[in-house]
């Protein structure tokens, strides 16, 4: 899809998840990605653009963080009605975030090795970015517990535990997982779209 047209999606979802949020401290603390990815890669387009597929991917995670940020992640309305059809313990959209958090940013950071460092598709390729997803998912976790500590129950909704006591290791193995499949079921489609993208560069 056209940049200019995932561009516009995303913008407009934007607008869509910052009116009348649940609750607006959690919507910030989950699009604030998205509000800093964004300016980047405009500012970068012209000098670093990526692959049709890793700004496809991009769109899709900005669009989980976004419908996160309006609802909260414990209470996404689709998966409350999956946890009450199927009998679960907790909403799960919490899960599928984090799942995302390992499987989008492994072909971001994929591209970027690949265009900027030595290493090529291989064994050591694959190990280091499941270690760059599991790092990325690392501080994220580290971020949910800053902001717990600073701001106490106002991020109750941002942490989305729901009373899980393994929540965070759930989080990290989830991003592995993400992480994983993501390489091994696109990198071939992944290298076909960056042979593309060098071929057309001057």
């Not at 407009?12 to 300016?39: N, Q, Y």
């Not at 669009?63 to 309305?77: C, F, K, Q």
């Not at 199927?86 to 390992?102: I, K, P, T």
């Not at 460092?117 to 280091?128: A, H, I, N, Q, Y």
């Amino acid at each position: 899809m056209n940049p200019r047209w995932l561009l516009l999606a995303v913008l407009m979802m934007l607008a869509w998840s910052g009116f009348a949020p649940k609750d607006r401290f959690t919507w910030f603390l989950e699009v604030a990605p998205v509000l800093i990815a964004l300016p980047l890669l405009l500012a970068t387009r012209q000098r670093f653009p990526f692959t049709s597929l890793a700004y496809g991917l991009m769109a899709g995670h900005a669009a989980i963080l976004m419908v996160g940020g309006h609802y909260t992640y414990a209470e996404m309305p689709l998966f409350n009605w999956l946890r009450d059809v199927f009998e679960l313990s907790r909403n799960h959209y919490d899960r599928l975030g984090h799942l995302a958090q390992g499987f989008i940013p492994a072909i971001v950071a994929r591209e970027i090795l690949l265009r900027r460092s030595p290493l090529r598709p291989g064994k050591w390729l694959f190990f280091v970015v499941t270690c760059v997803c599991l790092a990325i998912s690392a501080c994220y976790e580290l971020i949910e517990w800053w902001v717990a500590e600073s701001s106490g129950d106002q991020a109750v909704a941002f942490l989305a535990t729901q009373g899980d006591v393994w929540d965070t290791q759930w989080d990290m193995f989830l991003a592995l997982l993400g992480a994983l499949s993501s390489q091994l079921l696109l990198r071939r489609w992944h290298d076909r779209q960056l042979a593309l993208l060098l071929s057309e560069r001057p």
